[in-house]
Nanobody
Framework: QVQLVESGGGLVQAGGSLRLSCSASGRTFTRYAMGWFRQAPGKEREFVAAISWSGGSTYYDDSVKGRFTISRDNAKNTAYLQMNSLKPEDTAVYYC?????????????????WGQGTQVTVSS
């Protein structure tokens, strides 16, 4: 089992920045690729970004490319999502997730463990 806890959400004005953290406990963190997803009210949970177990490969949805950066610190068992130039349409609950798979990291069904989510609200 892997337990994931997100933090860092909040209210920010459009154009501002936030950094989300995902702290992992349980099994060896380096066995898992990590992903960030988000879910806005009335919408499906959607892929935002993912990072391989080593941090050597990263993947982004087109809607956040150039604005968001995913990273990880394996010594701290923590993954991060730096969000810059935030827009009102980025408003959602953000979830981190973990998987031992190395493919299809943009696919929600690939992930075995999920955090409880953290709210991000971007005001216009």
């Amino acid at each position: 089992q892997v337990q994931l806890v997100e933090s860092g959400g909040g209210l920010v004005q459009a154009g501002g920045s936030l950094r989300l953290s995902c702290s992992a406990s349980g099994r060896t963190f380096t066995r898992y690729a990590m992903g960030w997803f988000r879910q806005a009210p009335g919408k499906e949970r959607e892929f935002v970004a993912a990072i391989s177990w080593s941090g050597g490969s990263t993947y982004y949805d087109d809607s956040v490319k150039g604005r968001f950066t995913i990273s990880r610190d394996n010594a701290k068992n923590t993954a991060y999502l730096q969000m810059n130039s935030l827009k009102p349409e980025d408003t959602a609950v953000y979830y981190c997730a973990a998987t031992q798979r190395i493919w299809l990291l943009a696919n929600r069904a690939s992930y075995d463990y999920w955090g409880q989510g953290t709210q991000v609200t971007v005001s216009s």
